[in-house]
């Protein structure tokens, strides 16, 4: 009778205890949805509507600020450029930043710990913080003014957290894979390519998500290099629904709406993949 009772007592304490999990749970994820979902709302409000209900429904949605924001504010030169060059930065820091991790996890030499502690010192040491000689260095090359100059900062500020993320994920793959490929004829480019790639997906999946959101949001990088209107990006060119004297937050707003989109894409695309590169070697 005693053991009835202490095991219906341990059920009932898992169970509250599941159900406050439970609870806290779904209190964080509408602490983090509700600043989208009311963004959405205010995006189809007038600024006046915004101040005087900022937490209601419009009485009528005004989906003309959308337009106004793409077409009129010229919003989708930026969106273009924003695309162009979080797309390229990311193609060159997964292709470079997989091949260097392919070598640092493959094969054993003797400045291999020196050139994988070189790779990290980057994620300890911020590009920001060094802004002025990379700003003499961007002018000397003539690259002030151009969606080159970000991209190869992007690439560098990419590299290590890509190096990193990578050599650890491929360090697991079986060698006896990589030796049965050999006797079947391939080369080192084959493996990396065709056996260590795929068998990696998950973590480039993560690396992309963690590298594609911070270049997509950057703004600090292209407010210093790039100075022409039709060559700015997203953050910087949100920041001119920011005046001196007002602010039209209706048009800011639908222009924050538009500008989530592309990253709220790319993780729908990949989470599966995503959350499997967060859990890979926890289990084993």
């Given at each position: 009778?005693n053991?009835?009772?202490?095991?219906?007592?341990?059920?009932?304490?898992?169970?509250?205890?599941?159900?406050?999990?439970?609870?806290?749970?779904?209190?964080?994820?509408?602490?983090?949805?509700?600043?989208?979902?009311?963004m959405?709302?205010?995006?189809?409000?007038?600024?006046?509507?915004?101040?005087?209900?900022?937490f209601?429904?419009?009485?009528?949605?005004?989906?003309?600020?959308f337009?106004?924001?793409?077409?009129e504010?010229?919003?989708?030169?930026?969106?273009?450029?924003?695309?162009?060059?979080?797309?390229v930065?990311?193609?060159?820091?997964?292709?470079?930043?997989?091949?260097?991790?392919y070598?640092?996890?493959r094969?054993?030499?003797?400045?291999?710990?020196?050139?994988?502690?070189?790779?990290?010192?980057?994620?300890?040491?911020?590009?920001?913080?060094?802004?002025?000689?990379?700003?003499?260095?961007?002018?000397?090359?003539?690259?002030?003014?151009?969606h080159?100059?970000?991209?190869?900062?992007?690439?560098?500020?990419?590299?290590?957290?890509?190096?990193?993320?990578?050599?650890?994920?491929?360090?697991?793959?079986?060698?006896?894979?990589?030796?049965?490929?050999?006797?079947?004829?391939?080369?080192?480019?084959?493996?990396?390519?065709?056996?260590?790639?795929?068998?990696?997906?998950?973590?480039?999946?993560?690396?992309?998500?963690?590298?594609?959101?911070?270049?997509?949001?950057?703004?600090?990088?292209?407010?210093?290099?790039?100075?022409?209107?039709?060559?700015?990006?997203?953050?910087?060119?949100?920041?001119s629904?920011?005046?001196?004297?007002?602010t039209?937050?209706?048009?800011?707003?639908?222009?924050?709406?538009i500008?989530?989109?592309?990253m709220?894409?790319?993780?729908?695309?990949?989470?599966?993949?995503f959350?499997?590169?967060?859990?890979?070697?926890?289990?084993?």
């Open positions: 009778m053991t009835d009772l202490r095991y219906s007592s341990t059920a009932w304490g898992k169970n509250l205890l599941l159900f406050t999990f439970h609870l806290l749970m779904g209190v964080y994820v509408g602490l983090i949805f509700y600043p989208l979902f009311n959405v709302v205010s995006s189809l409000k007038t600024t006046r509507e915004i101040f005087q209900n900022p209601g429904f419009p009485p009528l949605p005004q989906w003309r600020n337009w106004i924001v793409w077409v504010k010229g919003f989708y030169r930026y969106f273009g450029n924003s695309l162009w060059v979080t797309s930065s990311m193609v060159f820091v997964l292709l470079f930043g997989s091949m260097a991790s070598g640092l996890s094969y054993s030499f003797r400045l291999s710990l020196g050139l994988y502690l070189l790779f990290l010192s980057g994620i300890m040491l911020p590009l920001k913080a060094a802004i002025i000689p990379l700003f003499i260095l961007i002018k000397n090359l003539g690259l002030m003014d151009r080159l100059s970000i991209i190869l900062i992007f690439i560098a500020m990419g590299l290590p957290s890509t190096v990193f993320i990578l050599s650890g994920f491929m360090k697991t793959v079986p060698k006896e894979l990589e030796y049965a490929a050999r006797i079947d004829g391939c080369n080192d480019l084959s493996i990396y390519g065709r056996i260590v790639m795929p068998i990696s997906a998950p973590a480039i999946a993560l690396v992309t998500i963690y590298n594609a959101v911070p270049i997509w949001n950057d703004f600090f990088f292209p407010l210093v290099f790039i100075q022409s209107d039709r060559l700015k990006t997203l953050p910087v060119g949100l920041s629904f920011f005046g001196q004297y007002s039209n937050w209706s048009l800011l707003f639908s222009g924050l709406s500008a989530i989109l592309p709220l894409i790319l993780y729908l695309c990949m989470s599966n993949y959350i499997r590169g967060m859990t890979a070697g926890a289990i084993k």
